[in-house]
């Protein structure tokens, strides 16, 4: 009779005396077993797991009990660069890099030496978020170029709505900003 998976096991030490002295009536469906027949049953066979191997870019924190296996994304990125998949499974450094400076969580769109054209599709729309209120070069930072909107809902007439460019740089009462006056279309 060969040990099943559901057959139950009962251990004695190993001095004690496992030999069948009962009769054939009474000892039937019993056979003694060791710890290596069990591990030999669920220890190479049936679909069980010899190994676990960690991957390129995995790491695993054990082989036995509860086992964590951590994934981390590879590629030869920057710090600060978004990622971009450059080709079927390599990851590269895209056009954008993200970045605090001065209070400013920055999105940044290539670079000096590397000139972007934004293409918007034709059934799409570019939305500039409006602002709270309008800049004035007396009391706004602002960066040189910079596009600012402001549009009063609860007064479409108000004389501040409109599109609103920085031409100067610098901290509020610094700055430069320009207003470039809306006309009903």
């Not at 030490?13 to 049953?41: E, F, K, M, P």
């Not at 086992?67 to 954008?96: H, Y």
């Not at 934004?118 to 007396?138: E, T």
């Not at 479409?156 to 740089?169: E, F, I, K, R, S």
Request: net charge negative; proline share 2%; with cysteine.
């Amino acid at each position: 009779m060969a040990i099943q998976l559901t057959d139950k096991i009962h251990t004695v030490s190993a001095d004690i005396d496992t030999t069948n002295r009962g009769s054939a009536q009474a000892n039937a469906g019993r056979a003694a077993y060791t710890l290596q027949d069990v591990s030999d049953l669920i220890g190479g066979g049936g679909g069980a797991v010899d190994s676990i191997v960690a991957g390129s870019n995995i790491t695993i924190s054990s082989a036995t009990g509860n086992v964590t296996i951590n994934a981390a994304i590879g590629g030869n990125g920057n710090e600060g660069q978004l990622a971009l998949f450059t080709a079927s499974g390599t990851i590269g450094n895209s056009l954008l890099s993200a970045s605090t400076s001065g209070g400013l969580n920055l999105i940044t769109v290539g670079s000096g030496s590397a000139p972007v054209l934004f293409l918007v599709g034709q059934a799409s729309r570019l939305i500039l978020q409006k602002q709270s209120s309008a800049p004035s070069s007396a009391s706004t930072a602002g960066q040189a170029g910079e596009i600012v909107t402001y549009f009063n809902i609860a007064d479409p007439a108000d004389a501040a709505n409109g599109l609103y460019v920085c031409t100067n740089q610098g901290a509020a009462g610094s700055a430069s900003w320009s207003k470039a006056a809306l006309t009903a279309v």
